[in-house]
Each structure stands twice: as structure tokens, then as C-alpha cells.
């Protein structure tokens, strides 16, 4: 099974940055598609962005221009870079895994807190 390991959240001011780093293991393949989630408090969780193994990328409209989602592929790696961060940002931060043909999202990690104050 793929494990994936959360790495970069903390507290921020508003307008700050963070980047998060999700590290992926147990023969995970480069051509499967990967994403970030986050929960917000009290709500469900919610789609980010998402990287396909060809490159593909998606954002969600609440954080386009300010998030971006890049992968190294050869050190099964993929990032969350956060630039003008804002409050409604606060939320746990989870990166997923899944077979591009499929729907489900079947790796999680264990999410990392970013807080923006």
C-alpha cells in the first residue's frame, strides 16, 4: 500500500506563505494522479488541487492564483506551495493518492494544521 507523510503546515499571519511537502512511499507510480484536501473547521473536506501523472493540474476557484501544486516525480514527492494566505485558509491540510482511471482516492496521509491569523 502507498503511504503518504504531510510535511510543512504551522501558523502564519495573513498574506504570509507556507509550503507543504508530501512524501509518498511503498512503490507508488509516477503516473498516478496525486492531490491536496483540507478540511475546514466544521466542514467537509474539500479539494485543493490536484496533479495528474501527465502533468495535468487543477484548482480548486477558492485558491487559484494563490496555491500551487508541482511533483518531483523522481523523488515521489509533491508540494503545495500557498503564497497570500487568508484566514479562510485555517484548515487541515491532507495529501491523497489514486489511480488516474479511477474516481476514488484511495492513499491519505495523516494532514498537517496550517493556521492563518
Known amino acids: 500500500d502507498v503511504q503518504l507523510v504531510e510535511s510543512g503546515g504551522g501558523s502564519v499571519q495573513a498574506g504570509g506563505s507556507l509550503r507543504l511537502s508530501c512524501a509518498a512511499s511503498?512503490?507508488?507510480?509516477?503516473?498516478?494522479?496525486m492531490g491536496w484536501f483540507r478540511r475546514l473547521p466544521g466542514q467537509e473536506r474539500e479539494g485543493v488541487a490536484a496533479?495528474?501523472?501527465?502533468?495535468?493540474?487543477n484548482y480548486a476557484d477558492s485558491v487559484k492564483g494563490r496555491f500551487t501544486i508541482s511533483r518531483d516525480g523522481a523523488k515521489n514527492i509533491i508540494a503545495l506551495q500557498m503564497d497570500s494566505l487568508k484566514p479562510e485558509d485555517t484548515a487541515t491540510y491532507y495529501c491523497?493518492?489514486?489511480?488516474?482511471?479511477?474516481?476514488?482516492?484511495?492513499?491519505w496521509g495523516q494532514g498537517t494544521q496550517v493556521t492563518v491569523s
Open positions: 511503498g512503490y507508488p507510480y509516477s503516473s498516478d494522479c
Open positions: 496533479i495528474a501523472g501527465d502533468g495535468r493540474i
Open positions: 491523497a493518492r489514486r489511480f488516474c482511471g479511477v474516481p476514488k482516492w484511495t492513499s
